[in-house]
């Protein structure tokens, strides 16, 4: 049974940063693509990033060049830096994996980010 637990979520100001983690058990962790998804209050779920088995990343329009998403096998950790955070990037944030058509089927409990103006 796949358990995702993120963390590192809370409230920031405008400009600032945070850097949320997600530890991952029951998948074999190296071969397996993550990603971050978000859910703005009254907005629908949306990719966030992504981060395959070999380290290739993608990301969102909104967040290009403001989160970095990162994987350490080695600790079955992913991360998501997030930068010059807005007030827009106020959601739930889920880590995601065990990708099937592109559509992740393990999703954590999700982390609170809220940033304030």
């Known amino acids: 049974q796949v358990q995702l637990v993120e963390s590192g979520g809370g409230l920031v100001q405008a400009g600032g940063s945070l850097r949320l983690s997600c530890a991952a058990s029951?998948?074999?962790?190296?071969?397996?693509?993550m990603g971050w998804y978000r859910q703005a209050p009254g907005k629908q779920r949306e990719l966030v990033a992504i981060?395959?088995?070999?380290?290739?990343?993608n990301y969102a329009d909104s967040v290009k060049g403001r989160f970095a998403i990162s994987r350490d096998n080695t600790k079955r950790t992913v991360y998501l830096q997030m930068n010059s955070l807005k007030p827009d990037d106020t959601a739930v944030y889920y880590c995601?994996?065990?990708?099937?058509?592109?559509?992740?089927?393990?999703w954590g409990q999700g982390t609170q980010v809220t940033v304030s103006s």
């Open positions: 995601t994996t065990d990708f099937h058509n592109g559509i992740p089927r393990a």
């Open positions: 029951g998948i074999i962790f190296s071969i397996n693509a």
């Open positions: 981060i395959s088995s070999g380290g290739g990343t």
